[in-house]
């Protein structure tokens, strides 16, 4: 998963395995990724690794755990390595094939407008605002949006609020009154409808299930 993406997980009781959380900045490859968004490997991918390269990128994942566990002074750069290794060998699985069609002058137009959400959506700004500020019509940008995404310009500004009200639910004690104020909220009964229209549930019971969840 790479920089900037909202996500998270949830895993049944018989999955063995790693989660390698990286500040970006720290690794060449992935401050590379971070400045870059228009590299594919910015972009949420499905790797599914070849039987040849399982058993190497298994035991370079076991690796980096034994790394993880000692405290020895040089065991920084030699688990940068191996996370490089992790990566690349991932990332080549994962890396869209030679005849998917490529859409860069459009994946860039969406990424600035994923930036600019992501520095703006507090404001409650509309999807007309966003056009204005990009210098597109919202029909174009509209249609740009749907064509990268699926989905309409409308649905991808508010998925990213949804995504920060419900990071917010799950892993901060705030209230929902201060998460709905941050949030460019101005009445929290209106946040609580809005929540609930997009989600199924309401704050409240978005967070008691989601922690629930966790505690499971």
Partial sequence: MPPGVSHG????????????????DRLPITARVSQNRGDWLSRPRMAVIEAKEAPYLDATVQRIAQEFEKHRGERRSLMGSLLTTAILLTGSSAAPPDNEPRHDAKQ?????LRTLIAERFRDQLTAQDYARLLNLSVTHLNRVVREVTGQT??????????????????????????????LGFADPAYFSRWFRKRTGRTPGQFRSDERASLER
């Fill in 153 to 182: 310009l409308h649905e991808f500004i508010m998925t990213r609020v949804v995504d920060e009200a419900s990071r917010a639910l799950l892993f901060t004690p705030a209230s929902i009154k201060q998460i709905a104020v941050n």
């Fill in 108 to 112: 860039a137009r969406v990424e600035s």
């Fill in 9 to 24: 997980y949830r895993f049944s009781k018989d999955i063995e395995g790693f989660v390698i959380t990286v500040v970006a």
